[in-house]
């Protein structure tokens, strides 16, 4: 393993807090993403972004924030405005050519109490 | 909108039968679709995709425009071949974000 990272494995919180999820990718890759996985719903996309200082939302944005200051970080803030923060939450990185395939890191499970 | 359905949620199955786990897709251009997979403990990893036409620890998966399905199969199911199976597409070239299906856990049973 390695090439993709995020950390901590494991982050509690108490409601209320605001918590940093972070991911880190020594592949060269110019494009990260941010998915949340809850049982029975697959993966869906929080935020994702193909390059430095840019991002985009994705289809479960709201009460999340994200920054792209370096090609190889991509941090993942979760908010007080997140209404069930509580899952696990997977970074992945693809580079820039075809077939584009997605690296995931091995996750972080968040749970706020 | 781009979606990907895996109709069942959980496939039992004994060892050495056949697998055949669903993926359906709605999209209207030509997608790029994927299987990966996340053994326990373990970080998901892609399977196999369209494009290649490989077979990856003996599964493989036929891209069917008529029927826009990508069924994962493989012929004789071992124990090690239980996990979480997502299919998931994408419907543009260059690094644009997947879009999965719920996924189906496959049980495979001694």
């Known amino acids: 393993d390695g090439g993709i990272t995020q950390s901590p494995k494991y982050l509690f919180r108490k409601e209320g807090q605001n918590v940093t999820l972070s991911c880190e990718q020594n592949l060269n890759h110019d494009a990260m993403y941010w998915y949340r996985q809850d049982p029975g719903q697959g993966l869906r996309l929080i935020y994702y972004?193909?390059?430095?200082?840019?991002?985009q939302k994705g289809d479960i944005a709201e009460g999340y924030s994200v920054s792209r200051e370096k090609k190889e970080s991509f941090p993942l803030t979760v908010t007080s405005a997140q209404k069930n923060p509580t899952a696990f939450y997977l970074c992945?990185?693809?580079?820039?050519?075809?077939?584009?395939?997605?690296?995931f890191g091995p996750g972080t499970r968040l749970t706020v109490t | 909108a781009q979606r990907v359905t895996q109709p069942e949620k959980l496939l039992s199955v004994f060892k050495g039968a056949p697998v055949e786990l669903k993926c359906n897709y709605s999209?209207?251009?030509?997608?790029?679709l994927f299987w990966y997979v996340q053994y326990s403990r373990q970080r998901l990893q892609l399977l196999l995709r369209h494009i290649s036409r490989e077979s990856i620890k003996g599964f493989t998966a036929d891209l069917n425009k008529g029927e826009t399905s990508f069924h994962l199969k493989k012929p004789f199911a071992q124990e090690e071949d239980s996990a979480m199976y997502y299919c998931?597409?994408?419907?543009?070239?260059?690094?644009?974000?997947?879009?999965f299906g719920k996924g189906t856990r496959l049980s495979v049973i001694a």
């Open positions: 998931a597409l994408s419907g543009y070239s260059g690094n644009t974000p997947l879009v």
């Open positions: 999209y209207s251009g030509s997608p790029e």
């Open positions: 992945a990185s693809s580079n820039d050519r075809a077939p584009y395939e997605q690296y």
């Open positions: 972004s193909q390059i430095v200082n840019d991002f």
